[in-house]
Each structure stands twice: as C-alpha cells, then as structure tokens.
C-alpha cells in the first residue's frame, strides 16, 4: 500500500463547478499537507501549505486536513478553463524537507 | 525575484553515460532537494541539501549522487544511465534547512531521455 492514495482521474467538470480533489494517507508522522498545481511540460507550482487540522482558504482554493481520518482535500470554486492541469498532494513529516507525493489528479474544466 | 533555474531544459543520452543536472536555487534559498517524476511512479524524493551537506536520502541506487556549493547552486549527476532513467528531474528550494520546515519551490525540471 502507497503511504499517500490520490485518484489519478481525469475528472472533468464544466466551467464554474466546484471541483473536490482528496488524498488519503497512512503515516500518521505526516505533518504539513501541500497541494500543487503542475500544467503541462512544467514543474509544480504550490498552491496552499498548511499544518493543522482544519481549513484553510485562499482566493477560490480551500484545503481541508482531518489528521483523525488522514484525509485531506482541496476545493476549488468556480472553477475555470485556465485550471485544467494535474493536482498534486504532498506532505511530510516534521523536520525533514522528504515530501511524499500523490499520483496527480487530472483534471479538465470544459468552457 | 527569479524563480529556481535548472540546466539543461532537455536532454538526450544513451544507456551507459552519465549526465549532470544543475540547479540554482531562488536568490537568498540555501535549501535545495531533487525529485525525479515518471508517470508510473509519479514524484519520488531524491535528496536534500542544506549549507553543502546532504540531509536526507531517497530510495535510489548509488548511481545516483549530488552536491551543493557555497552559492547554493546544486548539481545533481546520474552514472551508468538505464532505459528506466528516463524522467522529469526537478530541483526545489526554500530558505532554511529542513527543521524550519518551510515549504518548498520548484523549478521548470530537465527532463532526460534515456534511449
């Protein structure tokens, strides 16, 4: 079993829905949860790092960690064609900078 | 503020050589890790480097080894290339050493083709 499980998709959804990407894990070491956001041929680009239980928004994006469940999500509001790309979920354990990625979520928002 | 640098963008070998990646970390960043993404294993940990020493160490053969420099800089160098080698390497950075945990950044990746 993978320490960190994300479905790999590809998830379409039409412009303007709201767009849920989960993780599951099994290491309950892990400590900061990241989610990055890679388009094609380039590298990730982090979009929300957050360590607690709980939510955590910006902008359009909310993360959610429940460390009781070791699950974690990402929503994304009014989604737009400029967010199709491949979402991926990350964490670590404290003190070290060896992030366990997710497989990547691809997903497509239709115009 | 430029972003992380790598060198080259792409690159093109044969089984048995050896290739080096170079990366230049965000102005001010002393923390460097690589990490190799292949689609079937997806983005694995290679290592991790803070003032010159390497920190931490992923799951991979010796084949694999690299070293930072004063000015941060990082090198990462692959011996003996395989077939399996193939990948999207990519170099993160973050200002401090692993215990500040604060996160990391990534460059645009060499991506190497092995044939």
């Known amino acids: 079993q993978k320490e960190v499980e994300q479905d790999p998709g590809p998830l379409s959804v039409p412009e303007g829905a709201i767009v849920s990407l989960n993780c599951t894990y099994s290491?309950?070491?892990?400590?900061?949860f990241m989610w990055y956001r890679q388009y094609s041929r380039k590298g990730p680009e982090l979009l929300m790092y957050t360590y607690s239980s709980g939510n955590k928004e910006d902008g359009r994006f909310t993360a959610q960690v429940d460390k009781s469940s070791k699950y974690i999500s990402l929503f994304i509001r009014d989604s737009q064609p400029s967010d199709s790309a491949t979402y991926l979920c990350?964490?670590?354990?404290?003190?070290?900078?060896?992030?366990?990625f997710g497989t990547g979520t691809r997903l497509k928002v239709l115009a | 503020k430029a972003g992380v640098t790598q060198t080259p963008r792409y690159l093109i070998k044969t089984r048995g050589q050896q290739v080096t990646l170079s990366c230049s970390p965000i102005?001010?960043?002393?923390?460097v890790s690589w990490y190799q993404q292949t689609p079937g294993q997806g983005l694995q940990f290679l290592f991790e480097y803070f003032s010159e020493t390497q920190r931490n160490k992923g799951n991979f053969p010796g084949r694999f080894s690299g070293r930072q420099f004063s000015n941060s800089r990082s090198e990462m160098n692959v011996s003996t290339l395989e077939l399996g080698d193939s990948a999207l390497y990519l170099c993160?950075?973050?200002?401090?050493?692993?215990?500040?945990?604060?996160?990391?950044?990534f460059g645009p990746g060499t991506r190497l083709l092995v044939l």
């Open positions: 290491n309950s070491a892990f400590q900061y």
């Open positions: 993160a950075s973050s200002f401090g050493p692993s215990g500040n945990q604060e996160t990391q950044y």
């Open positions: 990350a964490m670590s354990p404290r003190g070290t900078y060896k992030y366990i």
């Open positions: 102005s001010g960043h002393r923390s």
